[in-house]
């Protein structure tokens, strides 16, 4: 597509589940990133995979949060046992360049919105 | 730790006026400062950049200034359209950080431009 599709737009989940969040990136896109702005709070890197380099997860906030990237396309944000804290925007951005000044390169999908109840 | 500060949640200024949204930072090893744009249910889109080995960039109705030794930026709109309401979000990097292109971002801040 033509544009980096994140599905669900919204997810409501009770407390203890499990979610999966999907990021479909620009084809080609070697770079993919999540981010997640919960409320009143700034943007906050989660985590980031670079072709077949292994990821920098060095903002995923605890064990219950992993990602996977298959194939260097789709990714998954999977969160389990959910908790309340968990509720925010949770933001996927790719980007054809990797060099820092290539961040203004990149290209966020418009997020999914996690409500844990 | 907030590494990247916006103070003001919000700004509101008249069409055609001036907006000025403020950044300050804490990381003296910041060296690119990013500035993105986000309507609601929108992603953020890139904005304006800048170079820590410059002071200032322009691009059409967009000016961002950097103050190292204040450890501060700033975005200038001029005019400011009705169109330019948005959340606006400062974000840095530092070199350590290679080429992950990995950002730290500010709260935003919510600018209403009223006709």
């Known amino acids: 597509g033509a544009g980096v599709s994140q599905s669900p737009s919204n997810k409501v989940t009770e407390k203890g589940k499990d979610v999966e969040l999907r990021c479909d990136p620009i084809s080609g896109h070697t770079a993919l990133y999540w981010y997640r702005q919960s409320l009143g709070q700034g943007l906050e890197f989660l985590i980031y995979f670079q072709g077949n380099s292994a990821p920098d997860k060095s903002g995923l906030p605890s064990d219950r949060f992993s990602a996977e990237r298959t194939g260097g396309s789709v990714s998954t944000l999977t969160i389990q046992r959910t908790q309340q804290e968990d509720s925010a925007v949770y933001l996927c951005a790719s980007s054809l360049r990797t060099r820092r000044q290539g961040a203004s390169g990149y290209t966020f999908g418009s997020g999914t919105r996690l409500t844990v109840v | 730790d907030q590494q990247v500060k916006q103070n003001s949640p919000s700004l509101s200024v008249q069409e055609g006026r001036i907006s000025i949204l403020n950044c300050d930072y804490t990381?003296?090893?910041?060296?690119?400062f990013l500035w993105y744009k986000k309507y609601p249910a929108e992603g953020p889109t890139f904005l304006i950049s800048i170079s820590s080995i410059k002071d200032k960039n322009e691009d059409g109705r967009f000016t961002v200034f950097l103050n190292k030794s204040a450890k501060h930026l700033s975005l200038h709109i001029v005019p400011s359209q009705p169109g330019d309401s948005a959340v606006y979000f400062c974000?840095?990097?530092?070199?350590?950080?290679?080429?992950?292109?990995?950002?730290?971002f500010g709260q935003g801040t919510t600018l209403q431009v009223k006709p």
């Open positions: 990381n003296s090893m910041f060296d690119y």
């Open positions: 974000a840095a990097s530092e070199p350590s950080w290679g080429n992950t292109g990995k950002l730290i």
